[in-house]
């Protein structure tokens, strides 16, 4: 397969650079991401200023590229500008942190995949719960069995959000195919000597979840694998609507 592979952390990510090198045994890969990390960008897109594209090694077994926008830009780029490529599948990851939940919102990871999407590509998403590991080459041979395992069964018409509780695959209990829960963090403001403000926070346990959805399947130890559509109309509502209803 010719597979695109993208992230939100940036060039420079060992999640990225372990997922290149493992998926690089079997397919043909092109990296574009960006230069710098851009997490949390959701699905924003670049209009006010020039772009850069630099030529970057990761290794001899494909090329990879620098891109100053953000994930959703990484994607339409390369799509356009190395159209030969024609990609089979569109990978984004390893994420550094789950997107699990209401994440999926804010997510450069999960967006640069809706991006595919939007422009008719099949697309994965991968991220890993386990912040900072030791190593991803476990769980990047992980995730490339997941985008071969499941490759047939996708289609441009929705996003599979992968997470991985353990960069230590060894420790997964299992994989749960599930829909998305609700994540609350214990999000604050904090002001700085320097007068400037800082998000910060954790995510924190509620009880606002039924048990089967990522959320809860990914404490308690097991992979998840998400469905995850561009179309977010409310179509009970709208049914409503079209038949006059009020209440």
Same mark, same amino acid.
């Given at each position: 397969?010719?597979?695109?592979l993208?992230?939100d /952390?940036g ?6 650079k372990?997922?290149? /090198?493992?998926?690089?045994e079997k397919? !043909? #890969? ?6 710098g !990390?851009r997490?949390g960008?959701s ?5 006010d ?8 090694f990761? *290794?001899? !077994? ?10 959703? /830009?990484c994607?339409?780029?390369? %799509? =356009? @500008?190395?159209?030969?490529?024609k990609? =089979?599948l569109v990978v *984004?990851? #390893?994420?550094?942190? *789950?997107? #699990?939940? %209401?994440?999926?919102?804010?997510? $450069? ?6 991006? +595919?999407?939007a422009?008719?590509?099949?697309? &994965? ?6 912040r900072?590991a030791? *190593?991803?080459?476990k +769980? ?6 997941? +985008?071969?395992k ?5 289609s ?11 960069a230590?695959? /060894? ?7 599930t829909?998305? $829960?609700v994540?609350?963090?214990? =999000? @604050?403001?904090l002001?700085?000597?320097?007068g @400037?403000y ?8 509620h009880d ?8 809860e399947? &990914?404490r308690?130890?097991? +992979?998840t &694998?998400t469905p995850?559509?561009?179309?977010r %109309?409310?179509?009970?509502?709208l049914?409503k609507l079209?038949?006059?209803e009020?209440?």
């Amino acid at each position: 397969m010719n597979i695109l592979l993208c992230n939100d /952390d940036g060039i420079s990510s060992e999640g990225l650079k372990a997922l290149a /090198d493992k998926l690089s045994e079997k397919h !043909n #890969i092109l990296v574009v991401a960006p230069d710098g !990390n851009r997490s949390g960008f959701s699905h924003s897109l670049t209009f006010d200023k020039p772009l850069v594209l630099k030529k970057r090694f990761m *290794s001899e !077994n494909y090329e990879a590229y620098s891109f100053s926008g953000t994930p959703v /830009d990484c994607v339409k780029f390369a %799509t =356009d @500008k190395f159209a030969a490529f024609k990609p =089979d599948l569109v990978v *984004s990851g #390893i994420n550094n942190g *789950s997107n #699990i939940g %209401t994440d999926v919102l804010y997510s $450069g990871t999960v967006s640069a995949a809706c991006e +595919a999407n939007a422009l008719g590509y099949k697309a &994965i998403a991968f991220s890993l719960a386990e912040r900072n590991a030791v *190593s991803y080459e476990k +769980a990047a041979e992980y995730f490339a069995e997941v +985008a071969e395992k499941y490759y047939s069964l996708l289609s441009p018409a929705f996003v599979f959000n992968v997470n991985l509780p353990y960069a230590d695959t /060894d420790r997964v209990r299992g994989m749960k195919f599930t829909p998305l $829960g609700v994540q609350i963090y214990t =999000d @604050k403001y904090l002001l700085g000597e320097d007068g @400037k403000y800082t998000l910060v926070g954790e995510p924190i346990a509620h009880d606002k979840n039924e048990e089967d959805c990522d959320v809860e399947w &990914i404490r308690k130890g097991f +992979a998840t &694998i998400t469905p995850v559509l561009l179309d977010r %109309t409310a179509f009970s509502v709208l049914e409503k609507l079209k038949n006059g209803e009020r209440e």
